[in-house]
T-cell receptor
Framework: AQTVTQSQPEMSVQEAETVTLSCTYDTSESDYYLFWYKQPPSRQMILVIRQEAYKQQNATENRFSVNFQKAAKSFSLKISDSQLGDAAMYFC????????????????FGKGTLLTVNP | NAGVTQTPKFQVLKTGQSMTLQCAQDMNHEYMSWYRQDPGMGLRLIHYSVGAGITDQGEVPNGYNVSRSTTEDFPLRLLSAAPSQTSVYFCASNSGLNSYNEQFFGPGTRLTVL
């Protein structure tokens, strides 16, 4: 079974600075998807960024980027120019397909990292 | 589109009571799932459905029943609530139509069992 580990229960960053959240995972599959989700106090789960394992290039979405190291099974999230609105719980997640083709799948989540942004 | 909606937002039950958490989506998604989130934990899959009339168990199915009579609705039933079921419950749906196939989450239901 796949496992996802987030070793930093809490992180803090100064507004406008850069912060990196760590995630490692364990899998025997060669092709898969990884995600970072943001959960603000409203509890809504918001997809931040996704990475397909077969793509060498690291995904980027505006101020959010990942460092995907497939051999090391590492998937960190970098937030640049941090804003007060970035304060939230961040979850790393691994997608496990429940059928061939991946139309149906489940997400396995890490325990999360609580990010505080200081003004 | 309203997306994925869940009712109620909050609920308090006594041990042994039953209740149904409602989930609906208006995106015509075939696939729907229920997750629970316990304090200090990520979400864990309870049950899922691949279409109307078809459901299956996830990682933590004990104590929960589901059914899927329509594409839009996927209710989660607690037949006899236990304090261990105190959690936040999320419903999610995805279309299954492309490689991205993003799972959209509802706003969650916070359930407390006394």
């Amino acid at each position: 079974a796949q496992t996802v580990t987030q070793s930093q229960p809490e992180m803090s960053v100064q507004e406008a600075e850069t912060v990196t959240l760590s995630c490692t995972y364990d899998t025997s599959e060669s092709d898969y998807y990884l995600f970072w989700y943001k959960q603000p106090p409203s509890r809504q789960m918001i997809l931040v960024i996704r990475q397909e394992a077969y793509k060498q290039q690291n995904a980027t979405e505006n101020r959010f980027s990942v460092n995907f190291q497939k051999a090391a099974k590492s998937f960190s999230l970098k937030i640049s120019d941090s804003q007060l609105g970035d304060a939230a719980m961040y979850f790393c997640a691994y997608r496990s397909d429940l059928n061939s083709g991946g139309s149906n799948y489940k997400l396995t989540f890490g325990k999360g990292t609580l990010l505080t942004v200081n003004p | 589109n309203a997306g994925v909606t869940q009712t109620p937002k909050f609920q308090v039950l006594k041990t042994g009571q039953s209740m149904t958490l409602q989930c609906a989506q208006d995106m015509n998604h075939e696939y729907m799932s229920w997750y629970r989130q316990d304090p200090g934990m990520g979400l864990r899959l309870i049950h899922y459905s691949v279409g109307a009339g078809i459901t299956d168990q996830g990682e933590v199915p004990n104590g929960y029943n589901v059914s899927r009579s329509t594409t839009e609705d996927f209710p989660l039933r607690l037949l006899s609530a236990a304090p261990s079921q105190t959690s936040v419950y999320f419903c999610a749906s995805n279309s299954g139509l492309n490689s991205y196939n993003e799972q959209f989450f509802g706003p969650g239901t916070r359930l407390t069992v006394l």
